[in-house]
């Protein structure tokens, strides 16, 4: 357990910074801790008053090389000291990104398209999945977030993106995602999955007029809790779409670029997506999104068909080059696969000896810690979450709140973290759900 003292959280800077933000940016984000950060290197972030944080967000689970990698900060300052923007002109960096993706791609997947945010990545596969099949309607599933914008909205399934905006896009058909720790249904994981695929069954014979484009689904829902399938899930919805010739696509967004402990969550599944979005770790702090398809469905859109004002800068696309070396040559992958094995046997000891934390679940180094109320009934406690949330701040651990009921503590340190540094963290998460007061 960890012995260090309470953190003064705000500390007086930080608590300064924030009064200044709220006087200048409209209040629309999400509950923080209030740490007002001013650096950070690997897995470890400063505030503005010189506390330090081991830190279990990447950001959003964006900087899966670590905090301010030496390496990609050098290669970012290299590009823009050449060149900013070309639009849509070619540049050797651009060309040399594009390759260096594919090459971290199954070979079917052999083209790519670069873009700047998660949102215009997803929103770009729904473009090309209708074009290549000349339907229109999209499967999007209970849970799901794939981003703000208004298609990638209509798509998710969470109503934290569509509540009080008005009527969403139309031809989205949205289904259950199995949700093991609150299953609707008796038995075990495999009743789970029957279920789920009845009702993907049924909400298509009630909803679709005949005009099943494809399907985009997360290799595990992301803020809806971070909520893994049972195994044989996803592949039998891949066989689902495969026998009804639509095309069957994946969002890695967040769960690409070895956070799960394999390059690519839908290896864990032997999937073949027809198509992936690909965002956050992809930049590794850089903004930068990408889409990967089979060239002939690219092969449906025409010249002017697809384009963004930043996709593919040369700043963005020396970033995309440079985290998969440091990914390569830090085995950053492998690293995730074993420092998350040793994180989820600490956390299910913390498990154990909490009466908060309801359920732990994961893979590689993505895990989401379900805070209750009661362990028998499974009430969610936000209240108690977002107590937590500022506990283990004051403990030196910066920790977010995800969830259908914003109960899920997410787990998502940089890939990078050293094996002191999970136990460490653990204990600091040990010591905050202590001091929790009820």
Request: net charge negative; charged share 20%; glycine share 12%.
């Amino acid at each position: 357990m960890s012995e260090r003292p309470p953190l003064q959280v705000p500390g007086p800077h930080s608590g300064d910074l924030i009064a200044r933000w709220e006087r200048v940016e409209g209040a629309v984000t999400g509950h923080q801790a209030p740490v007002a950060w001013e650096r950070a290197s690997g897995v470890t972030v400063w505030d503005a008053d010189g506390n330090e944080y081991l830190d279990w967000t990447s950001g959003v689970l964006v900087t899966n090389v670590g905090h301010a990698h030496p390496r990609l900060v050098a290669a970012i300052q290299d590009a823009s000291g050449d060149l900013l923007n070309s639009y849509e002109f070619p540049t050797r960096r651009r060309v040399e990104a594009g390759e260096a993706l594919l090459a971290h791609l199954p070979d079917h997947l052999d083209r790519c398209f670069f873009l700047t945010t998660g949102s215009e990545a997803v929103e770009a596969a729904m473009r090309l999945m209708k074009r290549h099949s000349g339907a229109y309607e999209v499967i999007g599933f209970h849970g799901a977030f794939h981003g703000r914008t208004a298609a990638s909205a209509a798509l998710g399934g969470l109503p934290v993106t569509k509540r009080g905006f008005g009527p969403t896009m139309p031809g989205v058909i949205q289904v259950p995602y199995p949700y093991a720790y609150r299953s609707p249904v008796a038995g075990g994981p495999a009743e789970l999955v029957d279920y789920c695929m009845d009702r993907l069954d049924e909400a298509v014979r009630a909803n679709s007029t005949g005009s099943l484009a494809g399907l985009i689904v997360e290799p595990y829902l992301g803020t809806a809790g971070f909520i893994f399938p049972p195994e044989g899930y996803l592949a039998e919805l891949q066989n689902w779409a495969r026998q009804r010739g639509i095309l069957f696509g994946t969002d890695e967004v967040q769960s690409g670029y070895g956070r799960t402990g394999r390059m690519w969550a839908f290896e864990w599944d032997g999937l073949q997506p027809d198509v992936v979005a690909i965002g956050k770790g992809l930049g590794s702090g850089y903004p930068v999104s990408a889409i990967a398809a089979r060239a002939d469905l690219f092969g449906a859109l025409e010249r002017g068909d697809m384009s963004s004002s930043m996709g593919g800068n040369p700043v963005s696309s020396a970033a995309v080059t440079e985290v998969l070396r440091i990914m390569d040559d830090e085995q950053l992958v492998d690293n995730a696969f074993k420092m998350g094995a040793v994180m989820l046997e600490r956390l299910r000891e913390v498990q154990d000896r909490s009466a908060f934390v309801g359920d732990v679940r994961g893979r590689g180094l993505v895990m989401g810690l379900e805070i209750v109320a009661d362990k028998r009934t499974k009430e969610p406690s936000r209240p108690v979450t977002l107590q937590l949330l500022d506990r283990a701040a004051a403990r030196g651990l910066l920790i977010g709140a995800v969830g259908m009921f914003g109960n899920v503590v997410r787990v998502a340190p940089p890939l990078c973290i050293t094996e002191a540094e999970v136990h460490e963290s653990v204990d600091r998460l040990a010591a905050a759900l202590g001091d929790i007061v009820t």
